[in-house]
């Protein structure tokens, strides 16, 4: 498509439960990024895929946090047993390549853990 | 790891006016740095990239400076318009796959 895609837009949920956020990156583009910006924060890595190559995930906050990349296009982050602290807005970027080369956001996901 | 400071107070400046914006780093010097702008409900938008072997680059009525000296870099808009009103933001590589972002500079150009 023309754009970051993600979905859905807005999602409310209870605590405890699973929530999936999705995100449909630049068609061509290798490189997938998931963020989270939480209010009058900054943004907060969580993941980051490339090719065909092992994910960085090293900025996922928990086990109850994953991603997956599959045929290397479309990516879904999973979020397991929702807390309050997970509220936030979780974005997704996409890039032709790493390096020095700009990011092109999604408009996000805003999750609210009622 | 970085730690990235930008104007930590909102700026309001008239229209016509220059908007500087100031984004300071306190570890290694990157290679490059990048500014990305974003309004409420939206992503970030990518606006310039600047390299360090670069002091300044412009792109329409935006320029920014890298001054690996000072860890610093200016972010520009001249002949500042209603429209430019937004959230900048700066964002740093680290020595892995992902940036730091800044927590941003929010910009009001009044009429």
């Known amino acids: 498509g023309a754009g970051v895609s993600q979905s859905p837009s807005n999602k409310v949920t209870e605590k405890g439960k699973d929530v999936e956020l999705r995100c449909d990156p630049i068609s061509g583009h290798t490189a997938l990024y998931w963020y989270r910006q939480s209010l009058g924060q900054g943004l907060e890595f969580l993941i980051y895929?490339?090719?065909?190559?092992?994910?960085?995930k090293s900025g996922l906050p928990s086990d109850r946090f994953s991603a997956e990349r599959t045929g290397g296009s479309v990516s879904t982050l999973t979020i397991q047993r929702t807390q309050q602290e997970d509220s936030a807005v979780y974005l997704c970027a996409s890039s032709a390549r790493t390096g020095d080369y700009g990011y092109t956001f999604g408009s996000g996901t805003r999750l609210t853990v009622v | 790891s970085q730690k990235i400071e930008q104007n930590s107070e909102a700026l309001n400046i008239q229209e016509g006016k220059t908007a500087t914006l100031t984004c300071n780093y306190t570890?290694?010097?990157?290679?490059?740095l990048q500014w990305y702008r974003q309004d409420p409900g939206r992503g970030p938008v990518f606006l310039l990239l600047i390299r360090e072997n670069e002091k300044e680059k412009r792109k329409e009525r935006l320029k920014v400076t890298f001054d690996t000296t000072l860890k610093q870099s200016l972010f520009h808009i001249t002949a500042s318009q209603p429209a430019d009103s937004a959230t900048y933001l700066c964002?740093?590589?680290?020595?892995?796959?992902?940036?730091?972002f800044g927590t941003g500079t929010s910009l009001t150009v009044i009429p």
């Open positions: 964002a740093l590589p680290n020595t892995g796959n992902q940036f730091y």
């Open positions: 895929f490339q090719g065909n190559s092992a994910p960085d």
């Open positions: 570890n290694y010097s990157p290679a490059y």
